[in-house]
């Protein structure tokens, strides 16, 4: 029997037993409306109002009253790792720049690996390491909570 769910508990809350869990990677997380297939091959319709990015932890409130729990895969990254403050700085500049999902920590910044960028990170004096671990990606300016794509918005990259 197909599921129906059109709300999120974000985050879900601690002892909630949920239904299934299912298993998404960063850009699989940004939805509205979609088919999820279970583990047990039942399916839930994810219908909301406006799109989200789904956290690792986010509960699905399915039409039974029922919950699917969100969990972020592992994905393959680097772990860039910066000489001080200032520089994590300056790195997390460069990529934003670039457009490229990041997740920005107080020590270090993690991307999905792209050997062009980590060339131009080493080249900035970043350290880099492959880890393969759950990506949150910070969501964008034009994002927003509901985030449809980039927007109209007008600079020069040099």
């Known amino acids: ?9 974000s985050p879900g809350p601690a002892g909630t037993v ?34 989200v990015m789904l956290a690792h932890g986010d509960l699905l409130v399915l039409d039974t009253g029922e919950h699917v729990r ?24 460069h990529l934003g720049n670039r457009h490229l999902p990041a997740e920005l920590r107080e020590d270090r910044i993690l991307i999905v690996r792209d050997p062009v960028i980590k060339a131009m990170l ?14 949150h990606p910070m969501r964008g300016a034009y994002h927003g909570t509901g985030g449809h794509g ?5 600079h020069q990259h040099g």
Do not use: C, N
Request: hydrophobic share 40%; proline share 6%.
């Open 70 to 93: 969100i969990a972020a895969t592992e994905e393959a990254l680097y772990d860039i790792r910066p000489h001080d403050r200032q520089h994590l700085t300056e790195l997390a500049w």
């Open 150 to 154: 980039h927007g109209h918005h007008h």
């Open 18 to 51: 949920p239904l299934h869990t299912i298993a998404l990677a960063h850009d699989q997380r940004h939805l509205r409306r979609k088919l999820l297939h279970l583990p047990d091959d039942d399916v839930v319709m994810l219908d909301l109002k406006e799109a």
């Open 1 to 9: 029997m197909p599921y129906r769910s059109t709300k999120i508990l």
């Open 122 to 135: 080493e080249g900035l004096g970043a350290t880099v390491h492959e880890v393969t671990e759950p990506f």
